[in-house]
């Protein structure tokens, strides 16, 4: 998403909400206006969130299996793939759980009132709900996890499910070393390549998307949707200012060996690159100079931590799919149970390990896990809005995680990473 995307991105958001609250103000209850948005800005948003979510399927098969892939030779790597693997997996756990527990603390979504969530929940079109294995409770949760057909989990849209064989798929990928195999890995980034493409060009129309979402919700509500929408940018970035400056802080001196203060210094013109590029892949080249410049890590390790974390180490981009997810159920008055809050975590953690690493690319994954806990989708078009700032913060976030978890991984891999005072 290109600077001049994101600002007619936030222009739509603008536009939209204008408008909305000025015919909230003139024309409320007006049938007029209950027609407008029935059959022009409703239906102009819902397709948009379709073009989204046709997306999700291809997306996620072949992002986390090539993120997987991406491994390598599972024998040959051995303890670097596994200790890059389970870090990625603690540290991705703990910036969800940073995320909802402060989302269940805080509740910036709360505030609406009672009438006003109601007439929302009547009005909103119901997103699509994919059969899940959320349902099932125990044994059968965990059970259901696995696909007894791959085929038929994509066509009932049981995402889990084929989260789960896309995983398979690329635990199979990197442990076979034939050309075959590597023919079908080019297919799947083929598919992968031409799905980013598509994305863009859903971007690029999202600016009108975001007008006639964000017109329909302030049309209908007035004014008190910027409350909420502030209070959620609030959260996100407090979220990911924890995860940055203290669970990156820890890891880097218990496991790694290195003062936070050098690590943090010899990091910032990576910083500042994903911040200004709102995308990990696009920071790569800095970021692996970085390691072995600043940081004097070994190049065989942070090469591949480096590589591999641009796509398959998303600690923010986990994260903000969390918190976006919890946000929007409290903004239309939804409960979440303890385990469908456990399932948005579990994708989110999948979603961190597959999601691209370009900019809005976790946008599918988000609408994805909506749909599947049964909150209305519409609401998206408010975080569509803001979500340039977001992004560039996110994926700082992200970068940085990558450099910390080549820190950790590099310690004992060679000799120790000297620990210098700031």
Known sequence: MRLGASYRMLAGLVLGVTLGVIAHLAFAGHPALEAFVKFVTEPAGRIFLRLLFVLVLPLVISALALGVAGLGDLRTLGRIGLKTFAYTVIVSSIAVLIGVGLVNLLKPGAGLSPELKTRLLTQASAAPMPATSSGATGVDFVVGLVPSNALKAMVDGDMLAVMVFALLLGIGLAATRTDAARRFEEALQGLYDVTMRLLDMV????????????????????????????????????????????????????????????????????????????SS?????????????????????????????????????????????????????????????????FICILGGIGTAGVPAGSLPVVA??????????????????????LDMCRTTLNVTGDLAAAVVVSRGESAPVVAEDA
Request: with cysteine; hydrophobic share 55%; proline share 3%.
């Open 203 to 278: 971007i690029r129309v999202a600016p009108i998307g975001v007008a006639c979402l964000t017109f329909t919700l302030t049309a209908r509500l007035g004014w008190e949707v910027l409350q909420q929408l502030g209070a959620y940018v609030g959260v996100v970035l407090l979220a990911l200012a924890i995860q940055q400056f203290v669970v990156y802080s820890a890891s880097v001196a218990w496991f790694g060996g290195m003062n936070p203060v050098f690590f943090f210094k010899g990091v910032r013109e990576a910083m500042l690159t994903a911040f200004s590029t709102a």
């Open 281 to 345: 892949n696009a920071t790569l080249p800095t970021s692996l100079a970085v390691a072995e410049r600043e940081l004097k890590l070994p190049a065989h390790v942070s090469r591949f931590v480096l590589t591999v974390g641009s796509t398959a180490n998303q600690n923010g981009t986990a994260l903000f799919e969390g918190v976006t997810v919890l946000f929007l159920a409290q903004f239309y008055g939804i409960d979440l149970s303890l385990q469908q809050q456990f399932t948005v975590v």
């Open 368 to 389: 994805l896990i909506l749909g599947m806990v049964g909150v209305p989708v519409e609401g998206i078009g408010m975080i569509l809005g803001v979500d340039r700032l």
